[in-house]
């Protein structure tokens, strides 16, 4: 990858395929490579992106959207500020900055009542935002929705991960098909399969040619994962020779990222 190309990669999912731990790990990859400009950002309402990687975060996007949402209803915006402008300057107070990297969560909003001028201003904010950093990683939800919102709708990468589950294929699909429904521009599309056996590897080469994207490797189960998350210590400590972090290093490399 060229140190002046801005690359935006989207890692999607059935929950509990272990997309975040896919997600979380690239992170790691790119990191030991010495990639300091980066945005992460956990699109998954779930929000689980921050205790895999041990980064306490106070507030959310979701937060700062319910509040511009109240003061929009109660006519309280001061009449020389805009609306972008208002977000823009909240999103950025809770753009946690990290030494390494930095880290938006999207949480989630209250649901009462029509977001859709603010999502649509906060996608403007978040595309600006994004155009800052060589690398923008984000864990996303398996309906891929602040995707379908955005404003530069090209994605270069979307990375979709699946476990060795009938349903984990059968979402691997729907994201697939529903991708081409909201017009994403997508350059590569590749699947993941994540604690996989070997002997399992050939049915995600299988599946990934039966629907038409890149298959990327598969990622064995790994007891340092396991127990880092179970003793909530962070991905981003594991021993280098961890096997699912040599998996990840791997697809890492052959995407040409590092």
Do not use: W
Request: net charge negative; charged share 25%.
């Amino acid at each position: 990858m060229s140190r002046s190309e801005k690359l935006v990669i989207a890692v999607a999912g059935k929950g509990g395929t272990g997309k975040t731990t896919i997600a979380a790990l690239i992170l790691r990859t790119l990191i030991d490579a010495g990639v300091r400009s980066i945005l992460l950002v956990d699109a998954d309402p779930d929000s689980n992106l921050p205790d895999v990687l041990g980064v306490k975060v106070e507030r959310t996007v979701g937060d700062v959207t319910n509040e511009l949402k109240k003061a929009i209803d109660k006519g309280g915006l001061p009449p020389t500020l805009s609306k972008k402008d208002l977000l823009e300057y909240n999103v950025f107070k809770v753009l946690k900055e990290l030494p390494t990297f930095d880290l938006l969560v999207m949480g989630r909003t209250e649901g009462e009542g029509c977001y859709c001028m603010v999502n649509d201003v906060l996608t403007e904010v978040v595309d600006t935002l994004s155009k800052n950093y060589a690398i923008t990683l984000m864990d996303m939800e398996a309906g891929l929705e602040h995707l379908s919102r955005r404003t530069d709708r090209d994605v270069d990468y979307l990375i979709i991960v699946t476990d060795p589950s009938k349903m984990g294929f059968q979402t691997t699909s729907r994201i697939k098909k529903l991708a081409g429904e909201v017009h994403i521009q997508f350059k590569r599309m590749f699947l993941v399969g994540n604690k996989f056996s070997p002997q399992q590897e050939d049915m995600l080469y299988k599946y990934a040619k039966e629907i038409g994207v890149e298959p990327l490797g598969v990622v064995p189960y790994d007891e340092n994962v396991f127990r880092y998350n179970l003793e909530g210590i962070s991905l981003l400590s594991l021993p280098s020779d961890s096997p699912a972090l040599v998996a990840v290093r791997d697809m890492v490399k052959k995407m040409g990222l590092i």
